[in-house]
Every structure is written in C-alpha cells, then in structure tokens.
C-alpha cells in the first residue's frame, strides 16, 4: 500500500487544496520505491486522460440521455470507434478534429472509404 500526497489547483478557482490518496500494488518493496511507485501512477493517468478524457469532454459523454437496452454500449462503441478511426487519420486535437468533420461532411466520409460522386 501507499499514500499519495498532492497539490490540486482547480481551473476555475485557482485555489489550491492538498489531498491524499491510498493505493495498493503488487510489486514486491524491493521494486516499489517511491519514485518508481509515482512514475507508475503518473503514467496510468498519462494513458488514462486522452482516453477518458476526450469521451467525456469532447463526446460530452456523461451527458448522454441514451439509458435503455443495449444502446449506451452501441454508442460508447461508436464514440470508442470515432475517436480511434481520427487517431489513425492523424489528428490530435479531437474537438478540433470534430469541428472540422462536422463542417465538412464529405471529408468526414472519405475517413471510412465513401466517396460522394458530384
């Protein structure tokens, strides 16, 4: 087990608050240094951020209405889906990537082989 002490400063107050938090791992003491123990945690948020991150800001995911049957997988998988296919295009920025898809359709449907015949 180990504490995690930390700083937080929220965006929209500036403020900062201490907290701590507890977690567990597997490696042996030999291997759970503290530097090593926080490399750890910072590159499970490193990964955890963009995935997550994205789909809930840029998706707006929390804010889905869709609650019955199988349709909250199917549009997770869609968003899951959406956000890989752009990371294989090459963009970065998702929200930027978005805007730029919502404003023009056609390219949009070039990113999964359809091309539109004038």
């Known amino acids: 087990m180990f504490a995690l002490e930390r700083a937080v400063i929220p965006l929209n107050t500036g403020g900062v608050r201490s907290e701590t938090v507890s977690g567990v791992t597997s490696l042996a003491s030999q291997r759970a240094a503290p530097s090593r123990v926080l490399e750890l945690v910072r590159g499970h948020w490193q990964m955890e951020n963009p995935s997550h991150g994205v789909r809930d800001v840029t998706c707006d995911a929390d804010r889905s209405q869709v609650r019955g049957g199988h ?3 199917v549009m997770a998988a869609l968003r899951h889906t ?37």
Do not use: H
């Open 82 to 118: 959406t956000l890989g296919l752009l990371r294989w295009a090459g963009y970065s920025n998702m929200a930027a990537a978005c805007r730029l898809l919502a404003a023009q359709p056609v390219r949009a449907l070039a990113l999964i082989g359809i091309q539109l015949e004038n």
């Open 71 to 73: 349709l909250p997988q």
